[in-house]
């Protein structure tokens, strides 16, 4: 263990035994807000997984938010199931799906893989809206938490789980291999490396939190229907914040999910309409100017203005 | 019998007209893809202004909506340029993963600067009409890439920019052209939807979709391909809602998507390697 990483480690030692004390001494809303940061925290740390260190940008991680939401909410609601057990089993359900579909999908590239994610969440929103039990377009009430701090500690624990699977992975085995997979497919697979099922290892981790968010969201906002939970704006908010805080690392997901969702909040407080705008400017700002992520940038010598010009000519006709 | 028939055979035009629209919508798209290397998932925020931009004119000023086509093209033509000349042009030669954003956040300004808010309309259905002007702007656009020098110019770009370069072939501009070009056949695609189906904001997604799939099964870059795609699916979609209901319409659209890609990812009438070079 370097000292950096040590710092770094007991840096997030410390800020956790903060964030584990703030319900205590914060107001409600502050709560409230700060659940909001772990969710996003959570999803983009999911992101970073697939996204960020195997290199398949999936855009349909809100399929798997979905099924976990709808798991959660219906077996609480027709089956009276604890919220704790209701919601394993929506986080089971989402890695279950993740590995049926990744099966499939995991052998797309590039844009063929990212759309037919993008098609699996549209297929799931339509099969939603359409079936019985899940109450179809109008949605589904759940019953109302007699506390909500506990949310809090849920989605804490899910970004936490995130932040760990982003700090192991790398270093472990099948982070490796991925590795291998990602820089260049073929010639991993002349060093025995099977790609699919690390594919799949990572696709399914990256369900799993998305599921596991989506089952607290639901319990959480106490009403869900397929366009809210099954929503192109989860994905994309967590590429974005992946983006900004930068991919392939272990906290950077995390740091960008607070940067963009505290920049999100004060926008919404001035104006709603104005938040919409902002975050579409936001991501066309941030693509063009810090397409390596904002940490890239920083990090480069001799300024930020230079090195966003060289990023402009590297990419630009 | 003669009744099962005729359902049949009224499937199989209702799902040829249908496929018109399609192919109208996935015209822009492919030409885009295949040509600037770019899925521009924007692609369904300008049907959806063109859709509005006709249904505007129409209420307003009395406009035939099928006499509108060409302004509402003109207008999202000189949307389109600019956006490509100077937005995207300065990412085109980044990863995938770049310019698939970009066109995202475009879309996400796209539909949130729209102030046109309103739930759906429903114009007279009059999709033979709506089917002919398909055919038309599917020829011309052919026509278009295989007859003029901007077409061979646009073609020399796609398979070789640095040679075209050479040619002395201005890149930045054909490419803001072909976005432009794009953009205006997304405006007639979305002006025909608006005749036969009910517009709103949020429709922009489900035919970027569409686009997509058409794309994947009739070929990239081709215009007949972009036809056949447009019809296919839309066949197959008529079809399959007389016995699945009309409310699973993008489970077959990502079913149709996913065969393809496992058995011809080069799709029907795939010319991948000519447009990739």
Not at chain 1, 24 to 52: E, K, P, Q
Not at chain 1, 86 to 98: F, K, N, S, T
Not at chain 2, 64 to 77: C, E, H, K, Q, R
Not at chain 2, 168 to 178: E, F, N, Q
């Amino acid at each position: 263990m370097t000292p950096r990483t040590f710092g770094l480690g007991a840096l997030a030692a410390a800020a956790l035994a903060v964030a584990v004390a703030f319900p205590v001494f914060a107001g409600g809303y502050y709560v409230r807000l700060a659940t909001g940061i772990f969710m996003f925290g959570a999803l983009a740390s999911a992101w970073n997984l697939i996204g960020g260190y195997t290199g398949y940008p999936d855009f349909g991680g809100a399929a798997f938010l979905g099924i976990g939401a709808y798991t959660t909410g219906i077996l609480m609601l027709r089956a009276h199931l604890p919220f704790a057990a209701a919601l394993l089993a929506g986080g089971a359900l989402a890695v279950l799906a993740a590995v049926g579909m990744g099966t499939l999908l995991l052998r797309l590239r590039g844009h063929y893989f990212a759309i037919a994610t993008l098609g699996f969440m549209l297929v799931l929103r339509q099969v939603a809206a359409n079936l019985p039990i899940t109450g179809g377009g109008s949605g589904m009430n759940l019953p109302i938490a007699s506390a909500f701090t506990p949310f809090y500690y849920w989605m804490l624990g899910t970004v936490v789980l995130g932040a760990l699977g982003g700090a192991i992975f790398p270093r472990s085995r099948a982070g490796y291999a991925i590795a291998a997979i990602r820089e260049n497919q073929d010639a991993a697979q002349v060093l025995g490396i099977e790609p699919l099922p690390y594919k799949i290892l990572a696709y399914a981790s990256n369900a799993l939190l998305f599921g596991a968010v989506g089952g607290i969201y639901a319990y959480w906002f106490t009403f869900i229907d397929p366009p809210t939970v099954f929503n192109i704006d989860f994905s994309i908010q967590a590429v974005v914040m992946t983006l900004l805080g930068g991919p392939g690392t272990a906290l950077g997901p995390v740091a960008g999910a607070i940067i963009l969702k505290i920049l999100d909040t004060i926008l919404t407080n001035i104006s709603l309409f104005l938040h919409n705008v902002f975050f579409g400017a936001l991501v066309c700002l941030l693509i063009i100017f810090a397409p390596r992520g904002l940490a890239e940038v920083l990090r480069r010598r001799g300024g930020i203005v230079r090195a966003i010009r060289a990023e402009l000519e590297d990419s630009r006709v | 019998m003669i009744f099962n028939t005729d359902v049949a055979l009224q499937n199989a035009v209702n799902g040829l007209l249908i496929g018109g629209t399609y192919a109208t919508v996935s015209l822009g798209f492919s030409l885009v893809w295949g040509i600037l290397n770019i899925v521009n998932l924007a692609h369904g925020a300008f049907v959806m202004l063109g859709a509005y931009e006709t249904y505007w004119l129409f209420t307003l000023y009395h406009v035939d909506p099928l006499a509108s086509l060409p302004l509402t093209a003109a207008a999202l033509f000189a949307l389109g340029y600019p956006i490509q000349r100077y937005v995207i042009n300065l990412v085109i030669r980044a990863s995938f993963l770049v310019t698939f954003l970009l066109t995202f956040g475009l879309e996400l300004l796209i539909n949130s600067g729209r102030s046109l808010l309103l739930g759906p309309v429903v114009l007279p259905l009059v999709r033979v009409a709506t089917f002919a002007v398909a055919v038309a702007v599917a020829i011309l656009l052919h026509l278009l890439l295989t007859r003029t020098r901007l077409g061979s110019a646009i073609r020399a770009t796609a398979s070789d920019q640095e040679a075209a370069r050479l040619m002395g072939i201005p890149i930045a501009h054909v490419y803001a052209l072909t976005f432009g070009i794009a953009a205006a056949t997304a405006a007639i695609a979305g002006g025909l939807i608006s005749l036969s189906f009910p517009i709103y904001p949020a429709m922009d997604a489900g035919y970027t979709f569409i686009g997509f799939v058409v794309c994947a099964l009739g070929g990239l870059g081709s215009v007949p391909g972009a036809l056949l795609g447009g019809v296919i699916l839309g066949l197959l979609q008529t079809y399959t809602a007389a016995w699945l209901g009309p409310n699973y319409d993008n489970l077959v659209a990502f079913a149709v998507l996913i065969l393809i890609l496992l058995l011809r990812p080069a799709g029907l009438l795939g010319r991948v390697q000519r447009f990739r070079g």
